[in-house]
């Protein structure tokens, strides 16, 4: 078994070693890595001393951490000390950090082992991973087809089986939608939850970091490592880290569990494609006729159908079940597609030549400013970083980022109230599966791949991404569980249960073949 509760758990009791760990992966990413492209480093050596200082310490009777000997992959916007943080853009080639982000620092206490940096969109801006300056990331499912994104490497990573946990970061969905692209599961905690000191800013009042595991097992331990108060973070919560493991065993009997109209079809839909599914009968037909609200299209049925299947079974499993309309979310993607670039446009403004990285010399100080961020930017950084400062001018502040604000207030008030009556709330994570490189070349077809995630944001809630069976072509489709904010634990309690009903997922081919595994 290669889930990081395993590797730990043996490492701890000397009955292997991390440094043979470690190579083995090292031995998976040499021989399949020039295919799936998730790591823009592999960080060998540094990763060689690491493990067999974990091995030092076992050998020493002193105990490494729940994490000991567990390769762990970083998205290459947190920063690492001495090791290049590219953000996967021209504009940071070279730029070597000079300390380590919290969550780096936290995962290694624990006794992680960093194996290497992973490919994103430049910034963390896009869905795909089609826009990192270094080339894509393939889906290890299907080389044809984008991982997802922004944390495309790192959820290509764990699914192909290079690394047992990663870390990305999600600001519009970066997290859960790659994560469901991979069939992993991808976790993005509450707003404050988590650290943030030396992840490179994208957007600020949206981004959150979390962990990416093979199961939800893995995903929650990873969680309590990283989870707590940093005084270097300002929007970091005071709260104590409950044990997030324990609730995976509660069962979800009495939990009460909304189906997102909005967000998840309707019984009309699902004829359409072919009469009722599973979860009919779980969800029952007078649930089914309370599905108020606008639906929104350009959500799969293939997609739709396993989130109603995976509602059917928690109902089975003792959950009560229902339809609850959210209403703001329909208005989710134009309010972020605004907020986070007026963030980024000003994040992004200390890219110019002085400080870091790439420097383009010119005439005066104005134009290598000029010049370096226009050989440093890819074109959506560019298109974000125009919009965002659009938006924030004079004269038309209040008429988009004021009104996109309010929307962001009505998405509080619309979640409060789904709460009020759910514990916790489903949803498809990405409207469709894991789909071929330059299809969604157009930027709005693009941005609409945020849909589902994007609400959560916008509220600072918890919220992941649990594989549930397959969609169009055999992919992997994802289920979003949403929670109140510091409602990991309900959230978590529940993915486990969707995850032991879910049907196996095949493992990619070559992942099986090297592993000598048979999925
Ligand atoms: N796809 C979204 C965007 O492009 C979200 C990115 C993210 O979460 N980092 O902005």
């Not at 290049?84 to 995962?107: F, H, I, K, N």
């Not at 044809?144 to 290079?162: L, N």
């Not at 109209?261 to 007078?286: C, I, K, M």
């Not at 969707?498 to 196996?504: D, G, L, M, N, T």
Request: charged share 20%.
């Amino acid at each position: 078994m290669n889930t990081a509760h395993a590797i730990a758990s043996d490492v701890r009791a000397g009955t292997r070693r991390a440094t043979d760990v470690l190579e083995d992966f090292l031995g998976r990413i040499e021989a399949h890595d020039g295919d799936v492209h998730a790591f823009n480093t592999v960080t060998a050596d540094q990763a060689r001393a690491a493990a067999a200082s974990i091995d030092a310490a076992v050998d020493g009777g002193r105990d490494p951490g729940p994490l000991a000997g567990v390769p762990v992959a970083f998205k290459d916007n947190l920063c690492t000390r001495g090791v290049a943080t590219t953000c996967s853009s021209r504009m940071l080639e070279g730029w070597q950090p000079p300390y380590d982000a919290t969550v780096v620092q936290a995962m290694t206490a624990a006794g992680a082992v960093m194996i290497g940096k992973t490919n994103l969109d430049e910034f963390a801006m896009g869905s795909s991973t089609e826009h990192s300056a270094f080339g894509p990331t393939r889906n290890p499912y299907d080389f044809a087809r984008v991982p997802g994104g922004s944390s495309g490497g790192s959820a290509a990573a764990v699914a192909a089986g290079f690394a047992p946990l990663a870390l990305g970061s999600d600001t519009g969905g970066s997290i859960r939608q790659p994560a469901s692209l991979c069939g992993i599961v991808g976790i993005k905690p509450t707003y404050g939850r988590v650290s943030r000191y030396g992840l490179v800013a994208f957007a600020s009042s949206f981004d959150q970091i979390g962990p990416f595991a093979t199961d939800v097992a893995d995903a929650a331990l990873a969680l309590g490592v990283i989870s707590g108060h940093d005084p270097a973070d300002s929007t970091s919560i005071p709260a104590a880290v409950p044990d997030f493991e324990a609730a995976l065993g509660r069962g979800v009997e009495g939990l009460r569990v909304g189906v997102v109209s909005e967000l998840t079809g309707s019984g009309r839909n699902r004829a359409a494609n072919g009469g009722p599914v599973q979860g009919d009968t779980a969800l029952g037909n007078a649930a089914l006729e309370d599905a108020a609200g606008e639906v929104l299209d350009g959500i799969d049925a293939d997609v739709t159908e396993r989130v109603l299947e995976a509602a059917g079974a928690l109902a089975d499993a003792g959950a009560i079940v229902g339809r609850v309309s959210v209403p703001a979310v329909t208005y989710g993607l134009t309010a972020y597609y605004l907020i986070a670039p007026a963030e980024a446009s000003s994040n992004l403004a200390r890219y110019d030549g002085t400080r870091y990285g790439l420097r383009i010399e010119g005439a005066d100080v104005e134009e290598m400013n000029r010049l370096t961020r226009r050989a440093g930017f890819g074109d959506e950084v560019k298109a974000r970083i125009m919009l965002g400062t659009f938006a924030l001018s004079a004269g038309y502040y209040d008429a988009y980022y004021g009104k996109a604000q309010r929307v962001r207030m009505l998405t509080r008030r619309d979640f409060d109230a789904a709460y009020a009556d759910y514990d916790v709330l489903l949803s498809p994570t990405s409207p469709c599966v894991a789909f071929r490189f330059g299809e969604r070349a157009d930027p709005m077809t693009m941005y609409r791949c945020d849909t589902c995630t994007i609400p959560s944001n916008l509220s600072g809630d918890p919220a992941m991404s649990v594989p549930f069976g397959t969609g169009a072509e055999g992919l992997p489709v994802g289920v979003q569980i949403m929670a109140p904010a510091l409602g990991e634990e309900a959230m978590l309690t529940v993915a486990a249960a969707i995850e032991r009903a879910a049907p196996e997922l095949a493992a990619p081919r070559f992942a099986e073949s090297s592993t000598g595994g048979a999925a």
